[in-house]
């Protein structure tokens, strides 16, 4: 979910949040050239889902390290919704 929502985020505050969920979640930064399939769904449909997956994740999580990653990346893609 976060490399797509990188190849679709023009703003750099967002881009550079969405870079360190990235490497957070243990991911790599894709070259500029990399493809990614098209999604239709607009970036805030992505990004609900995205912070509701990740809330489940973190209260699922084995540990409590897992849980706060899923749990503040959850958060941030609150914020960028602005609800």
Do not use: K, Y
């Not at 750099?12 to 949040?17: G, I, K, Q, T």
């Not at 912070?51 to 409590?64: C, F, W, Y």
């Amino acid at each position: 979910m976060e490399v797509q929502l990188l190849s679709e985020t023009t703003d750099p505050a967002e881009r550079a949040a969405h870079l360190q969920h990235l490497a957070a979640l243990g991911g790599t930064v894709p070259s500029p050239t990399a493809t990614t399939t098209p999604v239709t769904e607009p970036v805030r449909v992505q990004l609900r889902g995205s912070a509701d997956s990740l809330r489940t994740a973190a209260v699922a999580a084995s540990n409590g390290m897992h849980a706060a990653v899923f749990a503040s990346i959850a958060a941030s893609h609150e914020v960028l919704l602005g609800d």
